[in-house]
């Protein structure tokens, strides 16, 4: 008797020993899929412009693997592609913003072939494995061979790992600059580039050493001129190598150590036997080649890949532990943890320890730094959802724009590095207002008030000349174009900006943004204007349609069918009929009632107006909360979830646009969305697991809130009750400081 309850103690031990290693192995990182997002539109646009990019959170260089020439407008991977062209270092954010300093290697045996067309090896994705901190590819060489390609980062540097076959004409092909004349469209300007720019590379062979510059911006006909801006590289090798040369576009000099072009870079050539390895580091820096020797030094001293993988892994499962999630299916999970993983990789850190390059006055700063903000699409989700995550990082970030105030006159409104006058409204300053009213103050609080007040006040060069169209090339920065007739009208006029009624209702939204802190700072006759201006909106509400509609310079109202875009941004009547953030009482009164918006709302979604891969509407479906149809939100809200977000590379409906996207998925899980960022206020919709954990920074201690939804199941998915503490909570809005005291919310579901 005894003996048998030993062997079944020992079977269950082994069994718990079992159970607890593959627990312990799969953490918080294990289940992102960085190919969520990386699919193509049938027109061949990109779908959800994500990227497998590897490198620690807000890392300033993505390292991924490139399927294709990247431009404006197309991302460098894209899932359909069949071929690698090579494993880069990339700064593009977004599929509409563009790479700056990027440059890449590939491997390749055989004949030389440096070219992007002729270099490409086919892959499958059986044999490809994509994570935050490793991606690994195995690739068709000559002869029925393969080539087995591998990529950990770090913040400003990567190791890579080529895995050669045997051949006596191996080679590492080096591109550090890509301007391709055969690419000719509106997005992507190359004349001026291709007559202005010369990339530089040389190779030091004693030192196993590669370095070079690329002064390339895709954007640049969007901005100022940068005569100083420049990508600098670092590559080295962990081998000796005595073949080598240079080359640009089809000219290639063996031999040759140094050399300047528009589409150039080097090679090295050698013997590998099957299987052999070879190691190469890559360091990249907006400062100098010394500083990226530095950042090297500093990040992968050695040339242990694991260790610099173990290092990667680490940071991403201490930011992915900030939201946990349990008592749900693993392809949950991954949707989860890879929207949390988009989160963390925009905005880019910018400095490189203690100093950082300024596109703003293109020179060399001390300081902390960071860049590629989308404030357009992040003000309305991701930056609020930071404020919980990152309030040290969101004070960091404020104080970039600052720096960018300081060094160039403006806040930015999408930096690329530099100005663009890309998107409408100055969304710096609802990223502002929001962290101030949370109580976050870690910036310079009078300088952020001095550059909201000039967005909201100082009218950009020849405003009243000049005719707003989107896209345009660079003269000077539009902070808000037409901002002379939005304050003497009380409307952008659609005879000066072909975005007039979004730029109204936008800019609208930003003078409440900057009355809130004008009121709290006491400037009294700001704040009366401010307040003015932000019903400004009304101006384009056409009662007899019950549409915000353009208007011209005389008042006359164009009428619009559902499809026609006239004076919209990305988008028609319908995606801008609900944008009014900051009154949304005063809009229904507007819209007749809080009945006749309801019906309004019932159509928008039942009619397929709704644009969900799109930001404008993502608070639409919480506005169900404020004409008391709350069960609506919530029903929407699970299939918005479910449907727009899935564990397959097509899983991702509409550009993630630097977090946004993954943003509002992330709210709408926990069961509360930030609908006015700068209001503190949230409107309740319905969690979406039965349990969610928030790491929070409060009053200086960390601590964790739960949300529970007691009785969650497909069928449950509308809220009965809400208890904060135990307490009822007995309306459909959450404060900040609600969320931010309490230690547990419990949503009771039901069917």
């Given at each position: 008797?005894?003996?048998?309850?030993?062997?079944?103690?020992?079977?269950?031990?082994?069994?718990?020993?079992?159970?607890?290693?593959?627990?312990?192995?799969?953490?918080?990182?294990?289940?992102?899929?960085?190919?969520?997002?990386?699919?193509?539109?049938?027109?061949?646009?990109?779908?959800?412009?994500?990227?497998?990019?590897?490198?620690?959170?807000?890392?300033?260089?993505?390292?991924?693997?490139?399927?294709?020439?990247?431009?404006?407008?197309?991302?460098?991977?894209?899932?359909?592609?069949?071929?690698?062209?090579?494993?880069?270092?990339?700064?593009?954010?977004?599929?509409?913003?563009?790479?700056?300093?990027?440059?890449?290697?590939?491997?390749?045996?055989?004949?030389?072939?440096?070219?992007?067309?002729?270099?490409?090896?086919?892959?499958?994705?059986?044999?490809?494995?994509?994570?935050?901190?490793?991606?690994?590819?195995?690739?068709?060489?000559?002869?029925?061979?393969?080539?087995?390609?591998?990529?950990?980062?770090?913040?400003?540097?990567?190791?890579?790992?080529?895995?050669?076959?045997?051949?006596?004409?191996?080679?590492?092909?080096?591109?550090?600059?890509?301007?391709?004349?055969?690419?000719?469209?509106?997005?992507?300007?190359?004349?001026?580039?291709?007559?202005?720019?010369?990339?530089?590379?040389?190779?030091?062979?004693?030192?196993?050493?590669?370095?070079?510059?690329?002064?390339?911006?895709?954007?640049?006909?969007?901005?100022?001129?940068?005569?100083?801006?420049?990508?600098?590289?670092?590559?080295?090798?962990?081998?000796?190598?005595?073949?080598?040369?240079?080359?640009?576009?089809?000219?290639?000099?063996?031999?040759?150590?140094?050399?300047?072009?528009?589409?150039?870079?080097?090679?090295?050539?050698?013997?590998?036997?099957?299987?052999?390895?070879?190691?190469?580091?890559?360091?990249?820096?907006?400062?100098?080649?010394?500083?990226?020797?530095?950042?090297?030094?500093?990040?992968?001293?050695?040339?242990?890949?694991?260790?610099?993988?173990?290092?990667?892994?680490?940071?991403?499962?201490?930011?992915?532990?900030?939201?946990?999630?349990?008592?749900?299916?693993?392809?949950?999970?991954?949707?989860?943890?890879?929207?949390?993983?988009?989160?963390?990789?925009?905005?880019?850190?910018?400095?490189?320890?203690?100093?950082?390059?300024?596109?703003?006055?293109?020179?060399?700063?001390?300081?902390?730094?960071?860049?590629?903000?989308?404030?357009?699409?992040?003000?309305?989700?991701?930056?609020?959802?930071?404020?919980?995550?990152?309030?040290?990082?969101?004070?960091?970030?404020?104080?970039?724009?600052?720096?960018?105030?300081?060094?160039?006159?403006?806040?930015?409104?999408?930096?690329?590095?530099?100005?663009?006058?890309?998107?409408?409204?100055?969304?710096?300053?609802?990223?502002?207002?929001?962290?101030?009213?949370?109580?976050?103050?870690?910036?310079?609080?009078?300088?952020?008030?001095?550059?909201?007040?000039?967005?909201?006040?100082?009218?950009?060069?020849?405003?009243?000349?000049?005719?707003?169209?989107?896209?345009?090339?660079?003269?000077?920065?539009?902070?808000?174009?037409?901002?002379?007739?939005?304050?003497?009208?009380?409307?952008?006029?659609?005879?000066?900006?072909?975005?007039?009624?979004?730029?109204?209702?936008?800019?609208?939204?930003?003078?409440?943004?900057?009355?809130?802190?004008?009121?709290?700072?006491?400037?009294?006759?700001?704040?009366?204007?401010?307040?003015?201006?932000?019903?400004n909106y009304k101006y384009l509400f056409h009662k007899e349609s019950g549409f915000m509609l353009p208007r011209t310079y005389d008042g006359e109202w164009i009428m619009l069918n559902d499809e026609d875009r006239t004076g919209f941004t990305e988008g028609d009547?319908?995606?801008?009929?609900?944008?009014?953030?900051?009154?949304?009482?005063?809009?229904?009164?507007?819209?007749?009632?809080?009945?006749?918006?309801?019906?309004?709302?019932?159509?928008?979604?039942?009619?397929?107006?709704?644009?969900?891969?799109?930001?404008?509407?993502?608070?639409?479906?919480?506005?169900?909360?404020?004409?008391?149809?709350?069960?609506?939100?919530?029903?929407?809200?699970?299939?918005?979830?479910?449907?727009?977000?899935?564990?397959?590379?097509?899983?991702?409906?509409?550009?993630?646009?630097?977090?946004?996207?993954?943003?509002?998925?992330?709210?709408?899980?926990?069961?509360?969305?930030?609908?006015?960022?700068?209001?503190?206020?949230?409107?309740?919709?319905?969690?979406?697991?039965?349990?969610?954990?928030?790491?929070?920074?409060?009053?200086?201690?960390?601590?964790?809130?739960?949300?529970?939804?007691?009785?969650?199941?497909?069928?449950?998915?509308?809220?009965?009750?809400?208890?904060?503490?135990?307490?009822?909570?007995?309306?459909?809005?959450?404060?900040?400081?609600?969320?931010?005291?309490?230690?547990?919310?419990?949503?009771?579901?039901?069917?």
């Amino acid at each position: 008797m005894k003996k048998r309850k030993i062997i079944k103690w020992i079977v269950f031990s082994i069994f718990f020993m079992e159970f607890s290693v593959s627990a312990k192995e799969k953490e918080w990182v294990d289940y992102v899929n960085p190919l969520i997002g990386t699919t193509l539109e049938p027109n061949g646009r990109p779908n959800g412009g994500t990227m497998p990019a590897v490198g620690s959170p807000f890392a300033m260089t993505n390292f991924l693997p490139q399927t294709r020439e990247n431009q404006t407008g197309a991302m460098p991977y894209a899932y359909e592609d069949t071929t690698i062209i090579g494993f880069m270092a990339s700064h593009q954010p977004n599929p509409w913003q563009g790479d700056y300093g990027y440059m890449s290697v590939m491997p390749q045996t055989g004949k030389l072939r440096p070219l992007p067309e002729d270099r490409k090896l086919a892959f499958s994705h059986t044999r490809e494995k994509a994570t935050p901190y490793l991606y690994s590819v195995e690739m068709d060489a000559e002869n029925h061979r393969k080539i087995k390609g591998e990529i950990t980062a770090t913040s400003r540097c990567a190791l890579m790992r080529f895995t050669y076959p045997k051949s006596e004409t191996a080679h590492l092909i080096i591109q550090g600059i890509n301007l391709n004349p055969a690419i000719t469209n509106r997005r992507n300007d190359y004349r001026s580039r291709l007559e202005q720019l010369r990339g530089w590379i040389k190779i030091d062979p004693e030192r196993r050493e590669i370095s070079g510059y690329n002064p390339d911006r895709f954007s640049s006909h969007l901005g100022p001129e940068l005569k100083n801006f420049k990508g600098y590289f670092v590559i080295q090798l962990d081998r000796p190598f005595e073949a080598y040369g240079t080359w640009d576009h089809s000219d290639i000099s063996a031999g040759s150590t140094e050399r300047t072009g528009t589409r150039a870079g080097a090679y090295i050539t050698f013997p590998t036997k099957s299987g052999e390895c070879m190691l190469v580091k890559i360091a990249t820096s907006f400062i100098s080649v010394e500083q990226a020797r530095e950042n090297m030094e500093k990040e992968i001293p050695s040339w242990d890949f694991q260790s610099v993988a173990n290092a990667t892994k680490q940071q991403w499962n201490e930011k992915l532990a900030k939201l946990t999630i349990d008592k749900t299916t693993d392809d949950h999970k991954t949707v989860f943890y890879t929207a949390l993983y988009h989160c963390y990789q925009f905005p880019r850190e910018f400095s490189e320890y203690g100093r950082y390059y300024s596109a703003f006055d293109d020179t060399i700063h001390n300081g902390v730094s960071y860049n590629d903000f989308s404030l357009w699409d992040t003000f309305r989700a991701f930056h609020p959802l930071m404020t919980f995550l990152e309030p040290e990082l969101t004070g960091n970030w404020i104080t970039s724009l600052l720096q960018m105030y300081r060094e160039g006159g403006w806040m930015p409104k999408w930096p690329n590095p530099a100005y663009t006058n890309m998107m409408i409204g100055t969304h710096a300053d609802a990223v502002i207002a929001d962290a101030y009213m949370k109580g976050l103050r870690n910036y310079d609080v009078n300088l952020a008030y001095e550059a909201m007040r000039k967005n909201a006040m100082t009218p950009p060069d020849c405003d009243t000349q000049d005719r707003h169209t989107p896209i345009q090339n660079w003269t000077s920065y539009e902070a808000r174009a037409g901002l002379s007739f939005y304050h003497s009208l009380g409307y952008v006029p659609l005879d000066h900006s072909e975005e007039g009624v979004s730029c109204t209702l936008e800019y609208a939204y930003d003078d409440w943004c900057v009355a809130q802190l004008a009121k709290s700072l006491g400037k009294t006759e700001d704040e009366h204007h401010l307040r003015l201006w932000a019903d400004n909106y009304k101006y384009l509400f056409h009662k007899e349609s019950g549409f915000m509609l353009p208007r011209t310079y005389d008042g006359e109202w164009i009428m619009l069918n559902d499809e026609d875009r006239t004076g919209f941004t990305e988008g028609d009547k319908w995606t801008y009929l609900f944008c009014v953030l900051q009154d949304i009482p005063g809009l229904i009164e507007l819209m007749g009632g809080k009945q006749a918006f309801e019906d309004k709302l019932d159509r928008n979604f039942n009619e397929n107006h709704y644009r969900h891969d799109n930001e404008p509407g993502h608070h639409y479906i919480y506005l169900y909360d404020y004409c008391n149809q709350p069960r609506k939100a919530q029903e929407l809200i699970r299939k918005y979830t479910r449907n727009n977000y899935r564990n397959a590379p097509d899983g991702l409906e509409g550009n993630d646009d630097c977090g946004q996207m993954s943003a509002w998925y992330l709210f709408s899980c926990m069961g509360f969305y930030p609908v006015t960022p700068g209001s503190n206020e949230f409107a309740v919709g319905a969690p979406q697991f039965p349990v969610i954990r928030m790491k929070l920074q409060h009053q200086g201690t960390e601590k964790i809130l739960t949300i529970k939804a007691n009785h969650f199941s497909e069928e449950n998915k509308y809220v009965q009750s809400v208890t904060i503490d135990g307490k009822p909570s007995g309306k459909w809005f959450f404060s900040y400081d609600e969320i931010m005291n309490a230690k547990e919310i419990v949503f009771e579901m039901t069917r």
